[in-house]
């Protein structure tokens, strides 16, 4: 039976291997000269008197293109693997008829579904994880520069990183072999495998996924690092202060469900309101020349100090970075159990109902 | 002997539509049984039944002793060569001896490789483009060559050409003769049957109609030709299954154990063919009320 299986998926195999052995190669090639080029210019910039922040957006802007390549890749692996080795596993052969033929073999059909399922279930395990690992590995200095555009722990790079890309092929394999047991046809059971795995794929970071922990809340004051925009509407209203999330210090890669101004009543505002003739007030005369040395954002500090004064605080609700590989274990977990399940259901109704 | 095939009140239902119903039959080993019915009579229910393909919604069935599919070893014991005769198409006619060898135990791959051989094969060949005896021929040579105690052929040649379908029947009873199998072989042309099969079953729109020794069969069924009478006014002992009239004449088939002596009838011989559609036509004339289910051992 092993070599059933095998005869069967060594050309799927193939191409696999072959296309993870191409973005291996480049990967390869490429990582090398990207991560040393990283080490030197932090190495550079770490003694210079404008700090790093300047290399770390030039870099990220560098590398922004294939950085979303080679991470849309691993994102898509597991729906390809669900649509191309899962719905026609089974589908193909009650389409064709062939189950008749080797469910009459000295060999009963659990054994039969027990051999296919478990070694494309592995291989398509492999495949993600090979993927994953390499882009991983590739990806590593970009990531460390991408934290304030994609934060390791919200929903894009938290799901092509790690070990979930391995949970999500185990599934989306799972879902594939069902859908086409069910509906018998290789082509609506692509289409319907595709549709539901994107529909999880979308649901969970929406509804599951910012519940497995608890979220971290805290009440932060406000600073540079949290401000979005602050203007000054024409008339006589006052100034007005926006606030976004906040991405410095602890909030680095982290995952911040909601941010918002509360006022010294802890009510949330949409802006914050201050005075035009506070320290919030423009320069007069136009932006003011900054002295030698001073860091951008320096003339805003006594603002910030008058935001403080008036009770303004910033609540945040986050899922800190450091919670990247539990995050990452619960994840995988429940997405392998989610395939075992539907492996599970495959068993049963192989056994009772299908002919 | 003990039986190949025993059902017992066996029934297959899909929602509220009944493929077989109350099926009873007790075949036994080393016979080639016919099983003959018009298209959508339930024969194919009936064999998918019989390989565990299906499972009953009613009654019993017996294989070889034990219940269909149950495990490798009862596998083992059927060969089934299904309808359309099924091949991977991807899989040359190698690939599909390796795939019998590695599944079945009781594989003789020397059996296997010279009726390829004896066939012309070629076992480069991918199965997807062999012509439709040919990959009936390769269905049957898997059958074969797992050594089954009993083969189950649904339909094998139906898509044949009568030259392919002759060769076909004939190679199959080589096969038969050469390995002593039990086969059951359904086909819905009882002119297929004729030439191969000693045991006969008639399947009507979802039931056994008729089941029994071909030659009993033949023996006990008689066409009588007449002057017009009445057919209620035979013998208790002589069963009409059919009856037609003309102005002047009564044309009767009746099944009989005991020999007829009334001088009033011509009596003569049935063939298969007479005999199996005189079943038939009784079913649909009988088809508003439950019809007689006929078994003779």
């Known amino acids: ?355 | 002997m003990t039986a190949v095939l025993r059902a017992h009140g066996l029934g297959k239902s899909y929602g509220r539509r009944w493929a077989l119903s109350d099926c009873t039959l007790d075949v036994p080993a080393g016979r080639v049984v016919g099983l003959v019915g018009p298209n959508g009579a339930g024969k194919t229910t009936l064999l998918n039944l019989a390989v565990g393909m299906l499972a009953p919604t009613s009654g019993t069935i017996e294989v070889l002793g034990g219940r269909p599919a149950a495990g490798p070893a009862q596998l083992a014991k059927v060969g089934f060569v299904a309808q359309d005769t099924p091949a991977y198409g991807g899989l040359s006619v190698e690939d599909h001896l390796r795939l019998g060898a590695r599944l079945n135990p009781g594989w003789v791959d020397d059996l296997a490789r010279r009726r390829i051989e004896r066939l012309g094969l070629d076992f480069t060949q991918r199965a997807g483009k062999l012509s439709g005896g040919q990959r009936a021929q390769l269905a049957l040579t898997l059958g074969v060559a797992k050594r089954p105690e009993l083969l189950i052929l649904d339909e094998p040649v139906a898509s044949l050409d009568p030259l392919a379908r002759r060769e076909f029947l004939q190679d199959l009873m080589e096969a038969v003769a050469e390995h002593e199998l039990s086969v059951v072989l359904s086909s819905h042309l009882v002119s297929d049957l004729e030439r191969v099969c000693d045991y006969l079953i008639v399947l009507v729109a979802s039931r056994v109609q008729l089941a029994g020794d071909l030659d009993t069969l033949l023996a006990t069924h008689h066409r009588l030709t007449g002057a017009r009478r009445d057919p209620a006014t035979l013998p208790a002992d002589q069963h009409v299954i059919a009856a037609s009239h003309t102005d002047r004449q009564t044309t009767l088939l009746v099944r009989t154990e005991a020999p007829i002596h009334d001088p009033a009838w011509t009596v003569g011989q049935l063939g298969l063919e007479d005999l199996v559609l005189a079943y038939m036509g009784a079913s649909a004339a009988n088809r508003d009320h439950r019809p007689a289910l006929e078994v003779i051992r």
């Open chain 1, 1 to 355: 039976m092993i070599w059933l299986t095998w005869r069967q998926f060594r050309a799927q195999a193939a191409m696999m291997a072959a296309a993870l052995a191409v973005l291996a190669a480049i990967l390869a090639l490429t990582g090398p000269g990207l991560a040393d080029d990283y080490s030197t210019g932090i190495a550079a910039c770490a003694t210079q008197s404008g700090g790093c922040s300047d290399f770390v957006q030039r870099f990220f802007q560098d590398h922004q293109d294939p950085f979303l390549a080679v991470t849309a890749v691993v994102l898509v692996l597991p729906a390809l693997i669900g649509l191309f080795w899962g719905s026609p596993l089974i589908a193909r052969e009650l389409e064709a008829g062939t189950h008749r033929l080797v469910w009459n073999q000295s060999i009963t059909r659990t054994r039969w579904l027990a051999v296919k399922l478990g070694l494309t279930g592995l291989a398509a395990m492999t495949a993600a994880g090979l993927g994953s690992l390499a882009v991983d590995w590739w990806s590593s200095p970009i990531d460390k520069t991408a934290a304030d555009n994609f934060p390791r722990m919200e929903p894009l790079l938290f799901d092509a990183r790690g070990i979930v890309p391995i949970g999500y092929a185990a599934f989306a394999f799972a879902l594939g072999v069902t859908v086409g047991m069910l509906v018998r046809r290789t082509l609506p059971a692509m289409a319907i495998t595709l549709a539901v795995f994107v529909a999880v794929q979308i649901a969970m970071p929406l509804l599951v996924r910012p519940h497995l922990i608890a979220p971290t809340r805290s009440t932060i004051e406000i600073t540079e690092s949290s401000l979005a925009n602050i203007g000054m509407p024409p008339g006589n209203a006052p100034i007005r202060a926006w606030l976004k999330a906040p991405d410095q210090g602890a909030y680095t890669g982290a995952w911040v469900l909601s941010s918002q101004a509360v006022d010294a009543s802890g009510h949330a505002v949409a802006s914050i309101p201050l005075s035009r003739s506070g320290a919030c007030a423009p320069p007069q005369g136009g932006p003011a020349q900054q002295p030698a040395g001073a860091k951008p954002g320096d003339e805003l500090s006594p603002c910030f100090a008058e935001m403080k004064r008036l009770g303004y605080r910033q609540r945040v609700t986050y899922q800190p970075s450091s919670r990247f590989w539990a995050f990452q274990w619960y994840e995988t977990g429940i997405y392998t159990a989610l395939a075992l399940a539907l492996a599970g259901f495959c068993f049963w109704r192989i056994r009772r109902r299908l002919s």
